[in-house]
């Protein structure tokens, strides 16, 4: 998935920055949602594609999927956040190799940098992200917001201001009766059952 380079040819300065705009806001808002998001990458994740799964919360991929920032052989570069959110997830170094070259990596070598939190064999990827999705629904709600917001938003920030996040979200769940469950529960030897309150 990725865009649609007909388009790109006839944009404008202007136009090109308002599409870079949007879709970064469109990113911004799949990274931000406050409940995990799970990338299913099965086939080609390249440019915009590959933007938007590096904007969820986990990629889970098939071992036939590639990953790559092509945009370089267009005379462009990414305009999603991807400059940004590479570079986070694999560092400076990796995130210049596959923007300048623009060459797509297996997704191994993206399990290997980073990118990719679960490698598995095609036939296995949709029970894959069932069985994460699952795991992750049973979770509490209130922490898991917390646990998100701390990462992204103290994530961009120096670590003072992610560890204030920190803290904050960590104040929050004290107040919740999912935190009285989960330590009763563990207390008890039993799973907890978190219902959002």
């Given at each position: 998935?990725?865009?649609?380079?007909?388009?790109?040819?006839?944009?404008?300065?202007?136009?090109?920055?308002?599409?870079?705009?949007?879709?970064?806001?469109?990113?911004?808002?799949?990274?931000?949602?406050?409940?995990?998001?799970?990338?299913?990458?099965?086939?080609?994740?390249?440019?915009?594609?590959?933007?938007?799964?590096?904007?969820?919360?986990?990629?889970?991929?098939?071992?036939?999927?590639?990953?790559?920032?092509?945009?370089?052989?267009?005379?462009?570069?990414?305009?999603?956040?991807?400059?940004?959110?590479?570079?986070?997830?694999?560092?400076?170094?990796?995130?210049?190799?596959?923007?300048?070259?623009?060459?797509?990596?297996?997704?191994?070598?993206?399990?290997?940098?980073?990118?990719?939190?679960?490698?598995?064999?095609?036939?296995?990827?949709?029970?894959?992200?069932?069985?994460?999705?699952?795991?992750?629904?049973?979770?509490?709600?209130?922490?898991?917001?917390?646990?998100?917001?701390?990462?992204?938003?103290?994530?961009?920030?120096?670590?003072?201001?992610?560890?204030?996040?920190?803290t904050s979200a960590f104040?929050?769940?004290?107040?919740?009766?999912?935190?009285?469950?989960?330590?009763?529960?563990?207390?008890?030897?039993?799973?907890?059952?978190?219902?959002?309150?």
């Amino acid at each position: 998935a990725g865009a649609d380079i007909s388009e790109l040819d006839q944009q404008s300065p202007v136009v090109s920055a308002e599409f870079s705009r949007r879709g970064q806001a469109m990113m911004r808002l799949v990274e931000t949602l406050g409940k995990p998001v799970i990338a299913r990458v099965q086939g080609y994740a390249l440019g915009g594609g590959m933007e938007l799964a590096m904007a969820c919360s986990l990629r889970v991929a098939s071992r036939q999927a590639r990953f790559g920032l092509p945009e370089i052989t267009l005379g462009i570069l990414p305009g999603f956040g991807g400059t940004q959110r590479l570079q986070r997830l694999c560092g400076r170094g990796n995130t210049l190799h596959l923007a300048l070259t623009g060459k797509p990596v297996s997704a191994e070598r993206a399990y290997e940098l980073g990118v990719v939190q679960e490698l598995v064999e095609h036939e296995a990827l949709d029970e894959a992200v069932a069985r994460l999705a699952g795991q992750l629904a049973r979770s509490a709600p209130h922490a898991m917001r917390g646990l998100l917001n701390a990462v992204v938003y103290g994530g961009d920030a120096p670590i003072d201001v992610g560890l204030a996040f920190e803290t904050s979200a960590f104040g929050l769940c004290a107040s919740t009766a999912d935190k009285s469950e989960g330590t009763r529960a563990f207390m008890e030897k039993r799973k907890a059952e978190f219902r959002g309150e």
